[in-house]
DNA sequence: AATGATTTCAACCGCATATCT
DNA sequence: AAGATATGCGGTTGAAATCAT
């Protein structure tokens, strides 16, 4: 199997990406969708090798991404997670709407594994770090010793949840407080970033070790049974509000329906409904998918909205051989209005996502081109402020495509003051969604990175 | 204010696997 | 069936940001 052949091309661009590539890519794939990615940069005029423009899209301009800091209960559900499927990146992040695996690796190495040693657990296998060093050398024990590792989980969140009481204050900030460096610094010399990578995994060697029926025995019992019988208590895991019927349908779907497949999906092919209160109501109920496998699985794509329960799924998936990214219709109707309190009345009642039909579907790409190009062009895009181009890359590649410049830039311009008057640096909304997640923020960082990059036009 | 240390995170790399020819 | 190519994933790197002195 060769390498990429991306990677013997001279000539092509490396490093971080400038505002004007991140432009040309968001043209190009609100307009035509990706495709193959290998051919996008020779379309969009990228001098990018496709992988690059790939992992751009996903890590970055994906318009569902949540961006801003990991909620609390995020935490929970990340380290929970982490024990039952060890560095599966991927298979994580599709529990978690709006998130990236690679943002969830980078908050795992960062952050979440020294809180984990902070409290004495070994981050690697989930068990009190005096027993793994009382083990020797068995650091990376088999992954398949499920029950022994959601024991420790309950006493890992408990003392996550009370560290957190707190919770206004941000992650990051409490990262920077002097306390939490003086414990970051009792638990290791020389644990910077880099060299806990080297303890990173060996996930390779052990993803296999992960048995069917380990997972299914630690599902059902923790997530499937506790949420069917109603059972709460205060902030157990098993209270974190997450359906699992998608936990496999990422990379290692394989894995699982190649071996139990009645485990996760219904012979209907359809994700196997733990608990349809939670499948249908309060969480977004679907990731964009991320393989031919997900694919085959007809499910509402409804990334980082809170919505009513009798909400209708969004978009469906048709099955065929080709795989690609359509952006779809942009409905009617649209709440938004001029100016700043049109802003928060939009962000409150409504989002693009619900105005819009996403669909990470299947089919013939020359069919689908010249829709998504139609639809695109909605007349309501004039409409959308700039939160939303902030927030939704999409709006704002589509809006390109119709505004002058100059119009574009005022508009900016305009809405960039109202930030700024507003000094919290995050989006008034942020309050109407903090159930089952407190994302969607936008952080100052965040606003100023898109206001360099986007400000100029 | 300057400088070094530390942390964060976007992006790259290489590999495994899927798909195509 | 076999080789070529495309895609996806996890590990790693290093520039930029932030903190500490």
Same mark, same amino acid.
């Given at each position: 199997m060769g390498r990429h052949s991306c990677c013997y091309k001279q000539k092509l661009r490396k490093g971080l990406w400038s505002p004007e590539e991140d432009e040309k890519l968001l043209r190009h794939i609100t307009k035509y969708g990706h495709g193959c990615w290998s051919s996008v940069p020779k379309q969009a005029g990228l001098q990018r090798c496709g992988k690059s423009c790939r992992l751009r899209w996903i890590n970055y301009l994906r318009p569902d991404l949540k961006r801003g800091t990991f909620s609390q209960q995020e935490e929970n559900l990340i380290i929970e997670l982490h024990a039952v499927l060890g560095n599966r990146w991927s298979q994580i992040a599709a529990q978690l709407p709006g998130r990236t695996d690679n943002e969830i690796k980078n908050l795992w190495n960062s952050c979440l594994k020294k809180k984990l040693r902070q409290r004495g657990i070994d981050p690697v296998t989930h068990k009190p770090l005096s027993e793994v060093e009382n083990n020797g050398e068995d650091k990376n024990p088999p992954a398949n010793n499920v029950q022994d590792k959601a024991s420790g989980v309950s006493n890992e969140l408990n003392f996550l949840q009370a560290n957190n009481s707190n919770r206004g204050q941000s992650l990051q900030e409490k990262k920077r407080s002097p306390a939490s460096a003086q414990a970051y610094q009792l638990e290791g010399q020389g644990s910077n970033s880099k060299t806990m990578s080297s303890n990173a995994n060996n996930h390779r060697n @052990?993803? @296999?070790?992960?048995t069917p029926v380990s997972n299914k025995d630690f599902f059902l019992e923790r997530f499937a049974t506790s949420h069917q019988e109603g059972s709460t208590s205060n902030c157990q895991p098993s209270d974190l509000h997450f359906p699992l019927q998608q936990l496999n349908y990422a990379s290692n779907a394989r894995l699982i329906t190649n071996s139990i497949p009645s485990l996760w999906f219904t012979n209907t092919s359809k994700?196997?409904?733990?608990n349809s209160e939670f499948s249908s109501s309060s969480i977004p109920s679907i990731l964009p998918p991320t393989t031919s496998s997900f694919l085959s699985t007809p499910l509402a794509f409804k990334p980082s909205v809170t919505v009513p329960s009798d909400d209708p799924p969004l978009a469906s998936f048709p099955i065929s051989s080709s795989r690609y990214w359509e952006a779809g219709a942009p409905s009617n109707n649209s709440n938004s209005s001029t100016g700043s309190s049109g802003y928060t009345e939009l962000q409150t009642n409504s989002s693009f996502f619900e105005n819009t039909l996403f669909s990470w579907g299947l089919g013939d790409c020359s069919s689908t081109e010249k829709e998504g190009q139609n639809q695109l062009m909605g007349s309501q895009q004039e409409d959308v402020k700039w939160p939303e181009y902030l927030h939704n890359p999409l709006i704002m590649a589509a809006a390109l495509q119709n505004q002058s410049p100059q119009s574009l830039y005022n508009e900016i311009k305009s809405e960039t003051q109202f930030l700024s008057e507003n000094s919290s640096g995050m989006w008034p909304h942020n309050q109407q969604q903090q159930e089952p997640f407190q994302t969607s923020n936008i952080c100052a960082k965040d606003i100023q990175r898109l206001t360099a990059a986007y400000g100029h036009i």
């Open positions: @052990n993803s @296999n070790l992960l994700p196997l409904d733990m």
